[in-house]
Protein backbone atom coordinates (compact mmCIF):
# COMPACT_ATOMS: atom_id res chain seq x y z
CA UNK A 1 0.00 0.00 0.00
CA UNK A 2 3.11 2.60 1.14
CA UNK A 3 4.93 1.65 -2.39
CA UNK A 4 1.42 2.54 -4.12
CA UNK A 5 0.88 5.12 -2.37
CA UNK A 6 4.35 6.65 -2.88
CA UNK A 7 4.32 5.94 -6.83
CA UNK A 8 1.39 8.09 -7.50
CA UNK A 9 2.81 10.84 -5.50
CA UNK A 10 6.06 10.78 -7.74
CA UNK A 11 3.91 10.41 -10.79
CA UNK A 12 1.98 13.37 -9.59
CA UNK A 13 4.74 15.40 -9.17
CA UNK A 14 6.46 14.18 -12.29
CA UNK A 15 3.30 15.29 -13.99
CA UNK A 16 2.96 18.55 -12.44
CA UNK A 17 6.78 19.53 -13.37
CA UNK A 18 6.42 18.18 -17.04
CA UNK A 19 3.38 20.59 -17.65
CA UNK A 20 5.11 23.35 -16.42
CA UNK A 21 5.50 25.39 -19.34
CA UNK A 22 8.72 26.58 -20.15
CA UNK A 23 8.99 30.15 -21.83
CA UNK A 24 11.98 31.52 -23.43
CA UNK A 25 12.80 35.03 -25.00
CA UNK A 26 14.85 36.22 -27.84
CA UNK A 27 16.00 39.73 -28.39
CA UNK A 28 17.40 41.65 -31.53
CA UNK A 29 17.59 45.17 -33.00
CA UNK A 30 16.04 45.76 -36.36
CA UNK A 31 19.40 46.07 -38.00
CA UNK A 32 21.67 42.91 -38.57
CA UNK A 33 24.45 44.98 -37.48
CA UNK A 34 23.04 46.95 -34.63
CA UNK A 35 24.51 50.04 -35.32
CA UNK A 36 23.00 53.20 -35.45
CA UNK A 37 23.66 56.65 -35.70
CA UNK A 38 22.85 59.18 -32.60
CA UNK A 39 19.03 60.43 -32.39
CA UNK A 40 18.31 57.25 -34.82
CA UNK A 41 15.10 55.02 -33.43
CA UNK A 42 15.68 51.53 -32.93
CA UNK A 43 12.90 49.29 -32.71
CA UNK A 44 14.05 45.79 -30.21
CA UNK A 45 11.84 43.00 -31.30
CA UNK A 46 11.54 39.94 -28.75
CA UNK A 47 10.66 37.03 -29.65
CA UNK A 48 8.49 34.99 -26.94
CA UNK A 49 8.04 30.72 -27.30
CA UNK A 50 6.14 28.71 -24.59
CA UNK A 51 7.18 25.06 -24.75
CA UNK A 52 9.01 25.79 -28.03
CA UNK A 53 6.17 27.47 -29.94
CA UNK A 54 5.28 30.87 -30.36
CA UNK A 55 3.45 32.45 -27.45
CA UNK A 56 -0.42 33.56 -28.69
CA UNK A 57 -0.28 36.24 -26.14
CA UNK A 58 0.68 37.67 -23.20
CA UNK A 59 2.96 40.32 -21.18
CA UNK A 60 6.82 41.13 -20.08
CA UNK A 61 8.76 43.68 -19.20
CA UNK A 62 11.49 45.81 -20.98
CA UNK A 63 13.67 48.41 -19.27
CA UNK A 64 16.24 50.83 -21.93
CA UNK A 65 19.30 51.75 -20.02
CA UNK A 66 22.36 53.28 -21.26
CA UNK A 67 24.39 50.26 -21.19
CA UNK A 68 23.49 49.84 -18.06
CA UNK A 69 23.26 53.05 -16.14
CA UNK A 70 20.67 55.31 -16.04
CA UNK A 71 17.39 53.03 -16.69
CA UNK A 72 14.54 54.01 -17.98
CA UNK A 73 11.15 52.81 -16.00
CA UNK A 74 9.89 49.41 -17.18
CA UNK A 75 7.84 49.17 -19.66
CA UNK A 76 4.75 46.63 -20.05
CA UNK A 77 4.98 45.00 -23.49
CA UNK A 78 2.23 42.91 -25.43
CA UNK A 79 2.59 39.79 -27.01
CA UNK A 80 1.10 39.05 -29.78
CA UNK A 81 2.21 35.94 -32.49
CA UNK A 82 5.11 35.10 -30.27
CA UNK A 83 5.97 38.61 -30.66
CA UNK A 84 6.76 42.06 -28.84
CA UNK A 85 8.31 45.43 -29.76
CA UNK A 86 10.04 47.90 -28.18
CA UNK A 87 11.27 51.57 -29.49
CA UNK A 88 13.97 53.47 -27.93
CA UNK A 89 17.14 55.92 -29.40
CA UNK A 90 20.13 57.32 -27.81
CA UNK A 91 20.84 61.13 -28.16
CA UNK A 92 24.80 60.47 -27.76
CA UNK A 93 27.79 57.83 -28.99
CA UNK A 94 27.42 54.71 -26.43
CA UNK A 95 24.81 51.72 -26.24
CA UNK A 96 21.59 51.34 -25.71
CA UNK A 97 20.57 48.25 -23.82
CA UNK A 98 17.23 46.31 -23.75
CA UNK A 99 16.82 44.09 -20.72
CA UNK A 100 13.51 41.91 -21.31
CA UNK A 101 11.75 39.87 -19.18
CA UNK A 102 9.17 37.10 -17.63
CA UNK A 103 9.59 35.77 -14.28
CA UNK A 104 13.14 34.75 -14.08
CA UNK A 105 13.47 34.71 -17.87
CA UNK A 106 15.07 36.96 -18.88
CA UNK A 107 16.93 38.01 -22.71
CA UNK A 108 19.56 41.08 -23.96
CA UNK A 109 19.75 43.33 -26.93
CA UNK A 110 22.06 46.77 -27.58
CA UNK A 111 21.99 48.72 -29.79
CA UNK A 112 25.37 50.59 -30.82
CA UNK A 113 25.06 54.37 -31.43
CA UNK A 114 28.11 55.93 -33.01
CA UNK A 115 30.51 53.92 -30.61
CA UNK A 116 33.72 55.06 -32.68
CA UNK A 117 32.89 58.83 -31.79
CA UNK A 118 33.49 57.77 -28.14
CA UNK A 119 35.57 59.80 -25.82
CA UNK A 120 37.53 58.95 -23.31
CA UNK A 121 35.76 60.14 -19.99
CA UNK A 122 38.57 62.22 -18.08
CA UNK A 123 42.08 63.33 -19.62
CA UNK A 124 45.55 61.56 -19.26
CA UNK A 125 46.66 62.37 -16.13
CA UNK A 126 49.99 64.73 -16.17
CA UNK A 127 52.22 62.77 -14.42
CA UNK A 128 51.28 59.01 -15.98
CA UNK A 129 54.22 58.81 -17.82
CA UNK A 130 56.54 60.12 -14.79
CA UNK A 131 54.31 57.64 -12.44
CA UNK A 132 54.96 54.61 -14.56
CA UNK A 133 58.72 55.50 -15.06
CA UNK A 134 59.72 55.39 -11.84
CA UNK A 135 57.68 52.14 -11.28
CA UNK A 136 59.95 50.56 -14.39
CA UNK A 137 63.24 52.23 -12.87
CA UNK A 138 62.41 50.77 -9.55
CA UNK A 139 62.23 47.18 -11.17
CA UNK A 140 65.27 47.52 -13.31
CA UNK A 141 67.08 47.44 -10.12
CA UNK A 142 66.19 44.09 -9.58
CA UNK A 143 68.40 41.69 -11.24
CA UNK A 144 66.65 39.26 -13.80
CA UNK A 145 67.69 36.38 -12.43
CA UNK A 146 65.28 33.28 -14.13
CA UNK A 147 64.62 29.80 -13.45
CA UNK A 148 64.08 27.24 -16.22
CA UNK A 149 62.88 23.52 -15.22
CA UNK A 150 62.31 21.36 -18.33
CA UNK A 151 58.33 19.73 -18.06
CA UNK A 152 56.71 17.78 -20.15
CA UNK A 153 54.64 18.21 -23.85
CA UNK A 154 53.41 16.81 -26.31
CA UNK A 155 54.08 18.90 -29.00
CA UNK A 156 56.09 17.69 -31.30
CA UNK A 157 59.36 19.80 -31.83
CA UNK A 158 58.94 21.81 -29.24
CA UNK A 159 60.22 21.97 -25.50
CA UNK A 160 58.66 23.28 -22.60
CA UNK A 161 60.23 24.62 -19.54
CA UNK A 162 58.35 25.82 -16.22
CA UNK A 163 59.67 29.74 -15.96
CA UNK A 164 60.44 31.97 -12.98
CA UNK A 165 61.31 35.36 -12.88
CA UNK A 166 62.86 37.70 -10.70
CA UNK A 167 60.51 40.67 -10.22
CA UNK A 168 59.70 43.03 -7.43
CA UNK A 169 57.49 41.47 -5.04
CA UNK A 170 56.23 37.98 -6.44
CA UNK A 171 57.98 36.62 -9.50
CA UNK A 172 56.78 36.20 -13.10
CA UNK A 173 55.78 32.37 -12.86
CA UNK A 174 55.03 30.48 -16.37
CA UNK A 175 55.56 28.15 -19.10
CA UNK A 176 57.76 29.03 -21.85
CA UNK A 177 57.25 26.47 -25.01
CA UNK A 178 60.55 27.09 -27.80
CA UNK A 179 60.93 25.43 -31.00
CA UNK A 180 64.17 22.74 -30.64
CA UNK A 181 66.99 23.86 -32.17
CA UNK A 182 65.91 27.17 -33.17
CA UNK A 183 68.76 29.50 -34.52
CA UNK A 184 69.46 32.96 -33.00
CA UNK A 185 67.45 35.82 -33.44
CA UNK A 186 65.15 33.90 -35.95
CA UNK A 187 61.87 33.64 -33.36
CA UNK A 188 58.68 35.97 -32.89
CA UNK A 189 57.52 35.96 -29.38
CA UNK A 190 54.28 35.76 -27.67
CA UNK A 191 52.87 36.38 -24.40
CA UNK A 192 49.99 34.94 -23.14
CA UNK A 193 48.20 36.84 -20.00
CA UNK A 194 44.95 35.43 -17.77
CA UNK A 195 41.30 36.32 -16.96
CA UNK A 196 40.41 37.04 -13.46
CA UNK A 197 41.01 34.44 -11.46
CA UNK A 198 43.31 32.49 -9.71
CA UNK A 199 45.08 29.30 -11.39
CA UNK A 200 47.99 27.68 -12.98
CA UNK A 201 49.46 29.43 -16.04
CA UNK A 202 48.36 27.57 -18.96
CA UNK A 203 50.68 24.43 -20.57
CA UNK A 204 48.90 24.30 -23.36
CA UNK A 205 49.95 27.79 -24.31
CA UNK A 206 53.46 26.24 -25.33
CA UNK A 207 51.17 24.92 -28.68
CA UNK A 208 52.15 27.84 -29.90
CA UNK A 209 55.56 27.22 -30.32
CA UNK A 210 55.24 25.42 -33.35
CA UNK A 211 52.91 28.20 -34.99
CA UNK A 212 54.05 30.42 -38.38
CA UNK A 213 57.36 28.78 -38.69
CA UNK A 214 58.29 28.93 -35.05
CA UNK A 215 57.56 30.71 -32.23
CA UNK A 216 58.78 31.96 -28.26
CA UNK A 217 56.07 31.45 -26.57
CA UNK A 218 55.03 32.63 -22.64
CA UNK A 219 51.78 31.63 -20.89
CA UNK A 220 52.37 33.81 -17.58
CA UNK A 221 49.84 33.64 -14.38
CA UNK A 222 48.35 36.99 -13.14
CA UNK A 223 49.74 36.28 -9.27
CA UNK A 224 53.26 34.97 -9.66
CA UNK A 225 52.39 31.92 -7.92
CA UNK A 226 53.55 28.35 -8.68
CA UNK A 227 52.48 26.14 -11.35
CA UNK A 228 50.88 23.13 -11.97
CA UNK A 229 49.77 22.73 -8.19
CA UNK A 230 46.38 20.74 -6.93
CA UNK A 231 43.27 22.75 -7.30
CA UNK A 232 43.13 22.86 -3.62
CA UNK A 233 46.04 25.27 -3.91
CA UNK A 234 44.79 27.32 -5.95
CA UNK A 235 41.24 27.58 -4.33
CA UNK A 236 42.55 28.35 -0.85
CA UNK A 237 44.25 31.16 -2.73
CA UNK A 238 40.90 32.32 -3.98
CA UNK A 239 39.21 31.32 -0.49
CA UNK A 240 42.16 33.18 1.27
CA UNK A 241 45.16 35.48 0.16
CA UNK A 242 43.39 36.92 -3.18
CA UNK A 243 40.08 36.95 -1.99
CA UNK A 244 38.93 40.00 -3.95
CA UNK A 245 42.33 40.83 -5.12
CA UNK A 246 40.87 43.05 -7.99
CA UNK A 247 39.55 46.09 -4.97
CA UNK A 248 43.41 45.45 -3.05
CA UNK A 249 44.80 49.35 -2.77
CA UNK A 250 42.27 50.75 -4.73
CA UNK A 251 42.30 54.04 -3.24
CA UNK A 252 46.36 54.40 -3.72
CA UNK A 253 48.04 54.38 -7.13
CA UNK A 254 51.36 53.04 -5.16
CA UNK A 255 49.67 49.96 -3.52
CA UNK A 256 46.92 49.14 -6.22
CA UNK A 257 47.04 45.40 -6.96
CA UNK A 258 48.06 45.77 -10.69
CA UNK A 259 50.25 47.71 -10.16
CA UNK A 260 52.26 44.55 -9.62
CA UNK A 261 50.60 42.77 -11.85
CA UNK A 262 51.79 45.24 -14.99
CA UNK A 263 55.32 45.27 -13.69
CA UNK A 264 55.55 41.33 -13.88
CA UNK A 265 54.13 42.16 -17.12
CA UNK A 266 57.14 44.30 -18.30
CA UNK A 267 59.74 41.72 -16.69
CA UNK A 268 58.25 39.32 -18.74
CA UNK A 269 59.09 40.80 -21.85
CA UNK A 270 62.17 41.63 -20.71
CA UNK A 271 62.75 37.67 -19.87
CA UNK A 272 61.15 37.03 -23.97
CA UNK A 273 63.51 39.77 -25.47
CA UNK A 274 66.71 38.78 -23.78
CA UNK A 275 66.19 35.15 -25.52
CA UNK A 276 68.60 34.61 -28.14
CA UNK A 277 66.28 32.94 -30.64
CA UNK A 278 64.04 36.67 -30.82
CA UNK A 279 63.67 37.98 -33.75
CA UNK A 280 64.52 41.68 -31.97
CA UNK A 281 61.14 43.10 -33.46
CA UNK A 282 58.02 40.78 -33.18
CA UNK A 283 56.33 40.87 -29.66
CA UNK A 284 52.67 40.05 -29.29
CA UNK A 285 50.77 40.01 -25.88
CA UNK A 286 47.85 37.93 -26.08
CA UNK A 287 44.48 37.50 -23.48
CA UNK A 288 40.59 38.53 -22.73
CA UNK A 289 38.79 39.99 -19.95
CA UNK A 290 41.49 40.87 -17.06
CA UNK A 291 44.15 39.65 -19.63
CA UNK A 292 42.93 41.85 -22.31
CA UNK A 293 43.27 44.54 -19.67
CA UNK A 294 47.02 43.14 -19.46
CA UNK A 295 47.50 43.73 -23.23
CA UNK A 296 46.27 46.96 -23.44
CA UNK A 297 48.76 47.81 -20.20
CA UNK A 298 51.67 45.74 -21.62
CA UNK A 299 50.92 48.07 -24.84
CA UNK A 300 50.86 51.17 -23.17
CA UNK A 301 54.18 50.63 -20.60
CA UNK A 302 56.26 48.90 -23.17
CA UNK A 303 57.43 49.94 -26.29
CA UNK A 304 58.95 46.42 -27.40
CA UNK A 305 55.05 45.65 -27.79
CA UNK A 306 54.70 45.23 -31.31
CA UNK A 307 51.07 44.36 -31.56
CA UNK A 308 48.49 43.21 -28.72
CA UNK A 309 45.38 41.64 -29.30
CA UNK A 310 42.66 41.72 -26.62
CA UNK A 311 39.71 39.90 -26.19
CA UNK A 312 36.76 41.22 -24.64
CA UNK A 313 39.09 43.66 -22.22
CA UNK A 314 38.39 44.39 -18.61
CA UNK A 315 39.84 47.77 -17.15
CA UNK A 316 38.54 50.14 -19.57
CA UNK A 317 37.32 53.61 -18.51
CA UNK A 318 37.32 53.31 -14.91
CA UNK A 319 36.09 56.73 -14.73
CA UNK A 320 33.06 56.76 -16.98
CA UNK A 321 30.97 57.72 -14.15
CA UNK A 322 32.36 61.05 -15.29
CA UNK A 323 30.70 61.11 -18.26
CA UNK A 324 27.83 59.06 -16.95
CA UNK A 325 28.49 56.24 -18.27
CA UNK A 326 29.43 52.91 -17.11
CA UNK A 327 32.74 51.46 -16.27
CA UNK A 328 34.17 47.83 -17.13
CA UNK A 329 35.52 45.16 -15.00
CA UNK A 330 36.50 45.03 -11.89
CA UNK A 331 34.23 48.34 -11.22
CA UNK A 332 37.62 49.61 -9.14
CA UNK A 333 35.80 53.19 -8.23
CA UNK A 334 33.27 52.37 -5.51
CA UNK A 335 30.58 54.41 -4.70
CA UNK A 336 30.08 56.45 -1.92
CA UNK A 337 26.26 56.07 0.18
CA UNK A 338 25.23 58.90 -2.00
CA UNK A 339 26.12 56.99 -4.62
CA UNK A 340 28.94 59.35 -5.65
CA UNK A 341 32.24 58.03 -6.73
CA UNK A 342 35.10 57.78 -3.80
CA UNK A 343 37.14 60.53 -5.48
CA UNK A 344 40.76 58.56 -4.20
CA UNK A 345 39.91 55.51 -5.77
CA UNK A 346 38.66 57.62 -8.97
CA UNK A 347 41.98 59.00 -8.91
CA UNK A 348 44.00 56.40 -8.71
CA UNK A 349 42.24 54.30 -11.67
CA UNK A 350 43.30 56.53 -13.54
CA UNK A 351 46.83 55.03 -13.32
CA UNK A 352 45.41 51.60 -14.68
CA UNK A 353 42.82 52.76 -17.04
CA UNK A 354 42.96 50.71 -20.48
CA UNK A 355 41.84 54.12 -21.93
CA UNK A 356 45.02 55.85 -20.92
CA UNK A 357 47.30 52.94 -21.69
CA UNK A 358 45.72 53.04 -25.16
CA UNK A 359 46.57 56.77 -25.79
CA UNK A 360 50.53 56.00 -24.83
CA UNK A 361 50.26 52.91 -26.79
CA UNK A 362 53.46 52.79 -29.59
CA UNK A 363 52.71 49.14 -31.28
CA UNK A 364 52.18 48.46 -34.62
CA UNK A 365 48.75 47.30 -34.54
CA UNK A 366 45.90 45.89 -32.47
CA UNK A 367 43.22 43.50 -32.63
CA UNK A 368 40.25 43.86 -30.31
CA UNK A 369 36.65 42.04 -29.62
CA UNK A 370 33.77 43.21 -28.01
CA UNK A 371 30.48 42.07 -27.20
CA UNK A 372 27.79 44.02 -27.47
CA UNK A 373 25.65 42.34 -24.71
CA UNK A 374 28.96 42.41 -22.15
CA UNK A 375 27.78 42.99 -18.74
CA UNK A 376 30.98 42.73 -17.60
CA UNK A 377 32.87 44.63 -20.02
CA UNK A 378 30.64 46.68 -20.96
CA UNK A 379 30.94 47.96 -25.05
CA UNK A 380 30.65 51.12 -23.73
CA UNK A 381 33.53 51.20 -21.96
CA UNK A 382 35.64 48.49 -24.26
CA UNK A 383 35.12 50.90 -27.30
CA UNK A 384 36.29 53.86 -25.02
CA UNK A 385 39.59 52.30 -24.81
CA UNK A 386 39.63 50.80 -28.56
CA UNK A 387 39.28 54.58 -29.73
CA UNK A 388 42.30 55.73 -28.10
CA UNK A 389 44.37 53.67 -29.69
CA UNK A 390 46.69 56.00 -32.47
CA UNK A 391 48.08 53.01 -34.58
CA UNK A 392 46.07 50.83 -37.24
CA UNK A 393 43.58 49.10 -35.20
CA UNK A 394 40.99 46.57 -35.62
CA UNK A 395 37.97 44.87 -33.76
CA UNK A 396 35.58 42.40 -33.85
CA UNK A 397 32.04 42.76 -32.59
CA UNK A 398 29.61 40.60 -31.62
CA UNK A 399 25.81 41.85 -31.99
CA UNK A 400 24.67 39.47 -29.61
CA UNK A 401 27.43 38.06 -27.26
CA UNK A 402 28.35 38.82 -23.50
CA UNK A 403 31.42 38.06 -21.70
CA UNK A 404 32.96 35.62 -24.43
CA UNK A 405 34.92 35.13 -26.94
CA UNK A 406 32.54 33.56 -29.62
CA UNK A 407 34.35 31.51 -32.15
CA UNK A 408 34.56 33.79 -34.55
CA UNK A 409 36.37 36.32 -32.12
CA UNK A 410 38.81 33.37 -30.84
CA UNK A 411 39.45 33.13 -34.78
CA UNK A 412 39.99 36.77 -34.97
CA UNK A 413 42.14 36.89 -32.58
CA UNK A 414 44.45 34.30 -33.90
CA UNK A 415 44.42 35.26 -37.41
CA UNK A 416 45.57 38.53 -36.71
CA UNK A 417 48.36 37.49 -34.55
CA UNK A 418 49.50 35.16 -37.39
CA UNK A 419 49.05 38.17 -40.28
CA UNK A 420 51.34 40.72 -37.76
CA UNK A 421 53.89 37.74 -37.42
CA UNK A 422 53.88 36.99 -41.11
CA UNK A 423 53.83 41.23 -41.75
CA UNK A 424 57.27 41.28 -39.88
CA UNK A 425 59.33 38.58 -41.86
Not at 193 to 214: D, I, M, Q, T, Y
Not at 352 to 366: E, L, P
Request: proline share 7%.
Amino acid sequence: MMKTLAAALFLAAFSLHAQTPVLTLKAATDRPDALYKTGETVTFTIEVTQDGKPLADGKISGVLSKDGVQPQPPQTLNVKGGKATIIGKLDEPGFLLLRASSGKTSAMAAAGYDPLQLKPSMPVPEDFDSFWAAQKAALAKVPMKSTLTPVTTTVKGVDAFDVQVDCLGKPVSGYLGRPKNAKPKSLPAILHVHGAGVRSSGLASVSWAANEGGMLSLDINAHGIPNGKPKEFYDALTNGELKGYPQFGNKDREQCYFKGMFLRLIRAIDFLTAQPEWDGKTLIVYGSSQGGFQAFAAAGLDGRVSFICAGVPAGCDHTGSQANRISGWPKIVPNDAEGKPDAAALQASRYFDCVNFAAKAKCRGAAVTVGFIDTTCPPTSVYAAYNALTMTKSIHPDVLAGHTNTPAASKFMQESAFKHVRSMK
